[in-house]
């Protein structure tokens, strides 16, 4: 490409679109790249603060920036994420094929990102997503770049995409409650329904709730109960503090499941546990579910209903933005809860 005065443009290509900005009211392309500028565009152009511009010069080496966004975003994009085909303004934005979970592998955004002239801005990772909803976008800072430039993105992309939504499963859920105020009926349960609910979010098959009294073997009964009625995931609510009648933690433990994690750095939900009796995910989800929207639980819950099988570490990584602010008007998962 090459610079030029727009008094001496006339009858060349423009290589760049063309910005026009009404505070207020309009923004967008005054003339796209390709257009053929005319005598009639001079105003125009001047109107924009356009004395020069860049015009199309030949050269096999050079890729324009909407085609060197498109090639980007092309590189990119894993399972269930689309872009646009046609960039606008140098930029080709990402989006969600379906309702999931955005996985972003920052490790090979940051390798893309420290490639000269390349950006790459996304959602968090673990974000969740609804079909159609914005995810991101890829651009080039200049308004030409090398061809090499694309050529390294795509040869890291070769090895693994930096952004996939995985959709959720529908997995078959049961809820255990435990308490012994809550089993004779002394006080109402009010776990039951907000778990149904979360279950129901994702799209699980909701198996139903059994209640339990403080007592070790008919919890863990109960747990298996729902395993050999197939379950993929079994909640449990209530016991799992550190007092001598919550005995919801040595329950799971006696089912024979592998325990990750017994405690995250995350608040509320520092005594969320997590394990699996084989292929069955077993959770213990702390009293504050109850009472707080958003809690370690929210964090975990998609994850799972991806199908994604966590490790002692995943949670330990949740502590860097695992304090919820508990905010008046909770905007969760808009927010960078247990996403650092």
């Known amino acids: 490409m090459k610079s030029v005065s727009v008094y001496d443009s006339v009858g060349m290509v423009l290589c760049q679109d063309i910005t026009k900005i009404v505070p207020g009211e309009f923004k967008g392309a005054l003339f796209k790249k390709g257009h053929v500028i005319t005598k009639e565009d001079i105003p125009q152009l001047l109107s924009v603060g356009k004395e020069h511009i860049y015009v199309w010069e030949t050269n096999s080496d050079d890729v324009h920036e909407n085609d060197a966004a ?76 090398s061809k090499s430039v694309i050529d390294e993105v795509q040869a890291k992309c070769q090895e693994r995409p930096a952004l996939t939504v995985l959709p959720y499963q529908k997995l078959k859920c049961g809820v255990v409650t435990t308490g012994g105020e809550v089993y004779s009926g002394l006080i109402q349960d009010k776990f039951g329904p907000v778990m149904k609910a979360k279950v129901d979010f994702y799209g699980g098959e909701y198996l139903g709730q059994t209640l339990c009294p403080d007592n070790q073997q008919m919890i863990t009964q109960a747990i298996l109960d729902f395993k050999n009625k197939g379950a993929d995931l079994v909640i449990m609510t209530g016991g799992m503090s550190v007092d001598p009648d919550d005995l919801t933690p040595a329950a799971i433990k006696a089912t024979g499941a592998k325990v990750i994690t017994y405690g995250a750095p995350v608040q509320p939900g520092n005594m969320f546990m997590l394990a699996y009796l084989k292929n069955t995910v077993l959770v213990g989800v702390p009293g504050c579910a109850m009472f707080f929207h958003t809690t370690a639980l929210d964090a975990v819950l998609p994850r799972i209903f991806v199908g994604q099988k966590l490790k002692k570490s995943d949670f330990a990584a949740m502590g860097a933005g695992g304090f919820c602010r508990s905010c008046e008007n909770c905007s969760y998962p808009k927010c960078y809860f247990c996403r650092g």
């Open 70 to 145: 498109l090639a980007i975003a092309e590189a990119i994009c894993g399972e269930n994420v689309l872009y646009d085909k046609e960039p606008t303004e140098g930029k080709s934005g990402l989006y969600a094929a379906s309702r999931g979970l955005l996985c972003v592998d920052k490790k090979q955004l940051l390798r893309l990102n420290m490639i000269e002239f390349v950006t790459v801005a996304t959602l968090p990772n673990y974000y969740i997503v609804e079909k159609g909803d914005k995810l991101g976008g890829a651009r080039v800072v200049p308004l030409v770049v």
